[in-house]
């Protein structure tokens, strides 16, 4: 049996994105750019797909810039702010995406500005009474906090409206690492006053290779790619048309069923946890997972055994897929910048299980059934 529990690394596109996407792929061709009636087919296929996504988060198609994904979105907005808007200190925590700490890292090392990393507690939340503080010993700076709204280890959701109303008292900007929630939470860009917010297409079965930033329209950006005038002259090159396609295809599916999807996935969840416990009474799970968490992802802390290094590869040998941790540093020795940012002994296994709507029960038996004859029970 074939078990894929690593969706918040990748989901598996959806059919009806693949099917909308082969019409594009063979007939739209026409460079975007051009001004020939294929041109023009593509450019006309770009700008409703603009209009469709914005509808989804309330915000105007000229506030949607496509991308490659949430890396390079994240960093358009960290690296570009310093000059754009004058930034010269940055908030972030040590849980954060490396798309974002490491780019924060990397602008303060040559932008010459300053990093302050708020608090976190020992569940994985921001302590937004030191978020507050640090915007309060700064307040001659013009600041940037830059904030992931489900952090995609642990699941811990960050509360987007409340960290937005501490940025506007303090007349900071917020950016939020959005990559885990579109397509599995409504967003009102309207209503919770963010700045900017980045997609993935591929976390909510869409393509990979596909994304976009939101920009509020009362701010304005440079580009970090040059060479072009795509994307209203903010990302230049070619755009992926048919990418784009399955990016706005995904989120018409993501938002047409998405109470029923979360109260299926929500229910995989809490099911796995509890059959883990009655498995394993000693496990823990990191994070709050049955807390103020994404319903997609539960992080296990398994109990020491003599097969510690080796508890990911026999499940892969028995066809399930999960994770150590985030997918992009899958391969490290140096374990994850998660769960040591907690303080959590590493030297026990940890792995994130995270599920979609293709996840079954009989799923969930199996790899309980699984880790039960792993650990002799």
Partial sequence: MKVYLDNAATTPMDEEVIAAMIPVMKENYGNPSSVHALGRQSRAI???????????????????????GGTEADNMVLRSCTEDL??????????EHHAVIDTAQCV??????????????D??????????????ENKDKKTLVSLMHANNEIGNLLPLKKVAEICKKYQAYFHSDTVQTVGHYPFDVRELKIDFMTCSAHKFHGPKGTGFLFVNSDLQLKPIITGGAQERNMRAGTENIYGIVGLTKAMEIAHKDMESHEKHIKGLKR????????????????????????????????PHSDM?????????????????GSACSSGSSVGSHVLSGLGINQEQP????????????EEIDYTINVIKELFGK
Avoid at 123 to 136: A, M, P, R, T
Wanted: proline share 2%; aromatic share 10%.
């Fill in 308 to 324: 510690d290094e080796m508890l990911i590869y026999n499940l892969d040998i028995e066809g399930i897929c999960v994770s150590g």
């Fill in 108 to 121: 303060e090392k040559h932008n010459n500005i300053k990093l302050s990393l708020v608090n976190i507690d």
């Fill in 86 to 95: 004058g930034v010269n200190h940055i908030i972030t925590s040590t849980i």
């Fill in 123 to 136: 569940k994985g939340y921001i302590d937004l009474s030191h978020l507050e503080q640090l915007l309060e």
């Fill in 271 to 302: 099911y796995m946890a509890e059959e883990l416990k009655k498995v394993l009474p000693t496990i823990e799970f990191n994070g709050d997972p049955l807390g103020d968490s994404l319903y997609t992802v539960l992080n296990v802390h398994f």
């Fill in 350 to 361: 940890s792995l994130r299980f995270s599920f979609s709507k293709y996840n079954t029960k």
């Fill in 46 to 68: 770009i700008e409703k797909a603009r209009k469709q996504v914005a509808g989804y988060i309330n915000a105007a198609p000229s506030e949607i810039f496509f991308t490659s």
